[in-house]
């Protein structure tokens, strides 16, 4: 889930967004120092992810730029031991969200 809070601190006017990844863009008017609330959800797939927030109005433009990696839940080890007619498997995991706020 990504999200923010856009304010205009300008003139009233139509304030421009775009976002870069999910691909999105959307336009509203806000008053001077009017702030809204935008919280986009999105199925991220795995790996690195870098979004681009650009904001506008009139001739001023904005841009922050996030980072952020896609790893919840890694496998590392798998043993498997035979037993008396069948397997006895174990299965260890880790989970990375620890990692997340290094």
Do not use: C
Not at 39 to 61: H, V
């Amino acid at each position: 889930m990504f999200w923010f809070d856009l304010r205009n601190n300008w003139y009233s006017g139509d304030v421009v967004w775009n976002l870069s990844d999910p691909d999105l863009s959307n336009s509203t008017n806000l008053n001077y120092n009017e702030t809204i609330f935008v919280a986009i959800e999105s199925n991220y797939s795995r790996g690195s992810k870098q979004p681009e927030l650009t904001a506008s109005i009139s001739s001023f433009i904005d841009r922050v730029t996030d980072f952020f990696e896609i790893r919840p839940l890694e496998i590392y080890s798998l043993k498997q031991k035979p037993a008396k007619n069948h397997y006895f498997s174990g299965l260890w995991k880790s989970s990375n969200f620890q990692n997340l706020y290094k």
